[in-house]
């Protein structure tokens, strides 16, 4: 066996070992005041603002990072009025929709252990493009506990069934 050849037999399992390092490095994250427990697949930045839901301004939160060229978020609103949340469930909906001129978005199932049942609760997956022109998919999950509602979102130009199943079925709200 030549040098090269035994020096690339050596580097083999190293390279092996390097293509199965994860991009994504799972934790759970337990977003302040939101009641809620979320796999993400990096440490998400938290910010918050006001802004105008359902009619009425609400604080909203959302946590966010990206890995894997997906961008990973969840927003939480404490509507504090129970007849608010399907209005506020169809306008994050319709937001999430026309942000990337997505029509006929597919429902998939959605799960989340605690939610508090609302017909307007739904998981999305959406293709559209950005508004300079690139082509994104989109998933996102609609849910609601009590008063407060949520948003998950994966959002790339790609995005894999196997990568967006921990982040949508460790969503839970104890």
């Known amino acids: 066996m030549s040098l090269s050849r035994s020096v690339l037999a050596g580097l083999l399992p190293v390279l092996g070992l390097a293509a199965c390092a994860p991009t994504l490095d799972w934790r759970e994250v ?17 910010q918050a603002r006001t802004v105008t839901l359902a009619g009425a301004p609400v604080r909203l939160t959302l946590l966010a990072c990206k890995a894997g060229d997906i961008t990973w978020a969840l ?29 006929a978005p597919r429902e998939l199932p959605l799960k989340v252990d605690g939610a508090t049942p609302n017909p307007a609760s739904v998981r999305l997956e959406l293709a559209g493009k950005m508004p300079d022109g690139k082509p994104m998919q989109e998933q996102l999950a609609l849910f609601v506990k009590g008063t407060r509602v949520f948003q998950a979102t994966a959002l790339g130009e790609r995005l894999g069934t196997e990568t967006l199943e921990p982040f949508f079925g460790g969503l839970r709200l104890p």
């Open 30 to 46: 337990r977003p302040e005041g939101s009641g809620a427990v979320a796999l993400f697949p990096c440490k998400p930045d938290s």
């Open 75 to 103: 927003a939480h609103a404490d509507l504090a009025d129970p007849a608010r949340v399907g209005a506020a469930l169809a306008e994050l909906r319709a937001a999430a929709s026309a942000n990337l001129g997505a029509a």
